[in-house]
């Protein structure tokens, strides 16, 4: 069992920057693929970044590519989602997310979801 708390959302103003750390209990965080998700109201939850357990293999979203940095630190249990240049467009809730071995990109893939934090990105 994972349990996720994610932190760091906000209000920003357009080309700001935010971090957002997920804390994770549990000694098995080392094992597990992490990722970052968001949903925008009225939309699907969707996918914006991965991170492999040892932190070697991450992948993004085309939309948040050269924006968004997704790093881990495995001896605080944690993972992060440095936002960047943030447009109106990444206005969202945004979720840290659990799985076993593998990165992906899909949302059904991931076991352990956190309650989410909110950005909110002003023009």
């Known amino acids: 069992q994972v349990q996720l708390v994610e932190s760091g959302g906000g209000l920003v103003q357009a080309g700001g920057s935010l971090r957002l750390s997920c804390a994770a209990s549990?000694?098995?965080?080392?094992?597990?693929?992490m990722g970052w998700f968001r949903q925008a109201p009225g939309k699907e939850r969707e996918f914006v970044a991965t991170?492999?357990?040892?932190?070697?293999?991450?992948y993004y979203a085309n939309s948040v590519k050269g924006r968004f940095t997704i790093s881990r630190d495995n001896a605080k249990n944690t993972v992060y989602l440095q936002m960047n240049s943030l447009k109106p467009e990444d206005t969202a809730v945004y979720y840290c997310?659990?799985?076993?071995?593998?990165?992906?990109?899909?949302?059904?893939?991931?076991?352990?979801w956190g309650q989410g934090t909110q950005v909110t990105v002003s023009s």
């Open positions: 997310a659990a799985k076993g071995y593998g990165t992906s990109t899909v949302v059904t893939d991931y076991i352990y």
């Open positions: 549990g000694r098995t965080f080392s094992s597990y693929t």
């Open positions: 991170i492999s357990w040892t932190g070697g293999s991450t």
